[in-house]
């Protein structure tokens, strides 16, 4: 398997960016996945510079109702002909972020909700060809304490992250685990896997939501040192990326050694 990010919010090789996430996926068999979308065409515009067909892929995953993951929707319906898109069936409901204005609407043009090539999952979903989907992702391990700025679907309420879904690939001997922003907490969604497969998942790619914590420098150290250890515990191999932050996967790195590192836009990891 081949994994390459399209759309990071850094880049090593010069490639233009911005705060979101859209991993092209390139398994054994020929068969292409897109996870996420980033916030616009920014994701087939970098595709075309990295040679990563968006019109052959096969499936297409949103990970959560955000725009800076499906955003890209419409362009890619555009670029794409074939491909169902599968996003939870709560992802266009309202989503609001806090600003110091005031709440901004962070969620998914509404106007695309029903297109017939929209597949609405649930809490388990399972596309065949050793994939699946899964939602309803529940614990207090290491939650990200950013989510206290999420709101949905009402103003008044903290989001509770139900449309967020998570992506598991059984690739040969090795079982990958993809995560958009991991608002349910990243070791929860790690648990859910195991206990939604059978077996811990032996590679991780996910973004863990550690910016914007908004905590004392003493205490965000602490919290970071405490999800490494716990991570650390899964024996797997973590790549991260987009909204974990650049400072805070070195403090990570620190800690987890080799076995954690970082996809920026333009990378590509083989399996």
Not at 10 to 16: D, I
Not at 90 to 113: R, V
Not at 223 to 240: D, G
Request: aromatic letters at 8%; charged letters at 20%; hydrophobic letters at 35%.
């Amino acid at each position: 398997m081949k994994v390459t990010a399209l759309v990071e919010n850094t880049s090593e090789k010069g490639l233009p960016v911005e705060h979101g996430l859209s991993l092209y996926i390139e398994r054994n068999n020929g068969q292409k996945l897109l996870f996420d979308l980033g916030q616009g065409d920014l994701f087939a515009e970098n595709a075309k510079r990295l040679g990563c067909p968006i019109d052959t892929v096969d499936q297409c995953i949103v990970s959560h109702g955000h725009y800076d993951h499906g955003g890209g929707l419409s362009t890619f319906l555009g670029l794409n002909q074939q491909a169902n898109v599968y996003i939870h069936k709560d992802a266009f409901l309202p989503h609001y972020s806090l600003k110091d204005f005031g709440l901004k609407y962070i969620g998914l043009d509404t106007s695309l909700e029903h297109n017939e090539r929209l597949m609405a999952c649930g809490d388990h979903t399972e596309l065949g060809n050793g994939i699946c989907l899964f939602a309803n992702v529940h614990g207090n391990c290491c939650n990200p304490v950013g989510n206290k700025l999420l709101f949905g679907p009402e103003k008044t309420q903290n989001d509770a992250f139900g449309h967020e879904q998570n992506l598991v690939v059984q690739e040969g001997d090795k079982t990958i685990l993809f995560a958009g922003c991991a608002h349910t907490g990243i070791v929860n969604i790690v648990n859910k896997a195991t206990e939604t497969i059978g077996h811990a998942p032996t590679h991780i790619f996910a973004g863990m939501h550690l910016v914007k914590s908004g905590l004392p420098e003493n205490e965000e150290n602490q919290f970071i040192s405490r999800l490494a250890n716990e991570l650390v515990h899964f024996n797997c191999k973590l790549f991260t990326m987009h909204c974990t932050g650049k400072p805070q996967y070195d403090k990570l790195k620190a800690i987890m050694g080799e076995r954690i590192d970082y996809l920026s836009c333009g990378d590509s990891v083989e399996l």
